[in-house]
């Protein structure tokens, strides 16, 4: 099976877009078999989807992202190091697309069911003065999708607390997309607030320690939550037995367990990061989810 048209281009338009980027010049993608094969300045960039469920459903409704990176003797290297790579607003911007297109891609070559969840970085938000979303959206539409078919994670605490990031916000939600706020203090104002800036889902902040404190503020988290119209998603956890837990309590959305990473994560400096210069009715969501 040849990949259409539309993702051999994805690339090309990337470094179109961002004329001033440097790190396009180190960007790799392209098709290996059945495999995306994505990279940056000599490090290895591989996407890797967990599925999304609602109660009682053995198949996912969305696709969370999350990236693991490695060097070029396989070491495993922290994910956040291609955002230090980033020296200027163009690098940061065509970074942050160009990550967000490897999960669209992958999740595209593989024919996966559900949305998708991809993150928004912060600095990609501060190095944007408006219309948040329109370019993402035109990338998309060249691989068959729309904005509807995905929601961006943001940060809970940058979204409650900064003007420009809640302008973002809306600005996607403009655009067709839906936001997830990750990280939401267990205080009801907090929901409240999201609401209003027209968030979607929300998945708190465990925060407190003792089990027995955090159940109960866990519980009335909920009730505010579906009070106020928000989708709850469960915290992210390693075992599959937390996620029923989570179910159980009341959370309409649960996660696949995150494994967590075996390999210890290799501190890089910057100089030595690669070739980088310095610096049915069960496939579909519910319509209550739409």
Do not use: C
């Amino acid at each position: 099976m040849l990949l259409p048209d539309p993702y051999d281009d994805v690339l090309e338009q990337l470094y179109l877009l961002h004329p001033r980027s440097v790190l396009r010049e180190l960007a790799v993608l392209r098709r290996q078999g059945e495999e995306l094969v994505a990279g940056l300045g000599g490090l290895n960039i591989t996407p890797h989807h967990g599925g999304i469920f609602g109660a009682y459903r053995h198949r996912p409704l969305f696709n969370e992202t999350s990236l693991r990176v490695t060097g070029e003797s396989g070491n495993h290297i922290n994910p956040d190091i291609l955002y230090l790579q980033a020296w200027n607003e163009a690098d940061i911007l065509f970074l942050d697309r160009f990550l967000r297109m490897v999960h669209v891609l992958h999740h595209q070559l593989h024919r996966r069911q559900g949305g998708l969840i991809v993150d928004v970085h912060p600095r990609h938000i501060g190095s944007l003065p408006g219309d948040h979303g329109k370019v993402f959206g035109r990338l998309l539409q060249r691989v068959g999708l729309t904005p509807s078919a995905v929601i961006l994670r943001l940060a809970a605490a940058p979204l409650l607390a900064e003007g420009h990031v809640q302008k973002a916000a809306r600005s996607f939600i403009r655009h067709g997309y839906r936001i997830l706020a990750e990280a939401v203090p267990q205080e009801p104002e907090a929901l409240s607030r999201l609401a209003s800036i027209g968030v979607h889902w929300v998945s708190p902040d465990l925060d407190i320690k003792h089990p027995g404190a955090r159940r109960r503020r866990l519980r009335l988290w909920l009730q505010q939550a579906h009070r106020t119209g928000l989708l709850s998603l469960a915290p992210a956890s390693t075992t599959q037995l937390a996620q029923e837990g989570f179910r159980q309590m009341g959370f309409l959305l649960t996660r696949t367990p995150s494994a967590p990473l075996q390999d210890a994560i290799t501190p890089v400096p910057m100089t030595r990061v690669g070739n980088m210069v310095p610096a049915s009715a069960e496939d579909n969501p519910p319509s209550w989810l739409l």
